[in-house]
Nanobody
């Protein structure tokens, strides 16, 4: 059974950091591109970052570039999202998912939720003082 489980969400003060984990089971993580998305109340789900299965290429939303870093440890079947310099606008439920296709370096479609499947249940990140 293919499953993704997110963890690491918490309440953090502005300027703080968190590391989210996406643990995979039921499939070989190293074969797939994995994306992180987030959804705040009343807003659409938006792509945050994605990491390639092949060459380690990464993609980021403009709003998180320079602050967030995606990485993967295939031996541990886990993808991480290191989030630094958090601000209240980062407050959302964060999800990971498996990409159904390959993205090239200039392909902005990595951020389209409908191109992903096997979504996890999400982990809540709240940035507040």
């Amino acid at each position: 059974q293919v499953q993704l489980v997110e963890s690491g969400g918490a309440l953090v003060q502005p300027g703080g950091s968190l590391r989210l984990s996406c643990a995979a089971s039921g499939f070989i993580l190293g074969y797939y591109n994995i994306g992180w998305f987030r959804q705040a109340p009343g807003k659409e789900r938006e792509g945050v970052s994605c990491i390639s299965s092949s060459d380690g290429s990464t993609w980021y939303a403009d709003s998180v570039k320079g602050r967030f870093t995606i990485s993967r440890d295939n031996a541990k079947s886990t993808v991480y999202l290191q989030m630094n310099s958090l601000n209240p606008e980062d407050t959302a439920n964060y999800y990971c998912a498996i990409a159904r296709r390959i993205f090239n370096s200039y392909d902005s479609s990595w951020s389209i939720p409908s191109l992903y499947g096997s979504w996890g249940q999400g982990t809540q990140v709240t940035v507040s003082s």
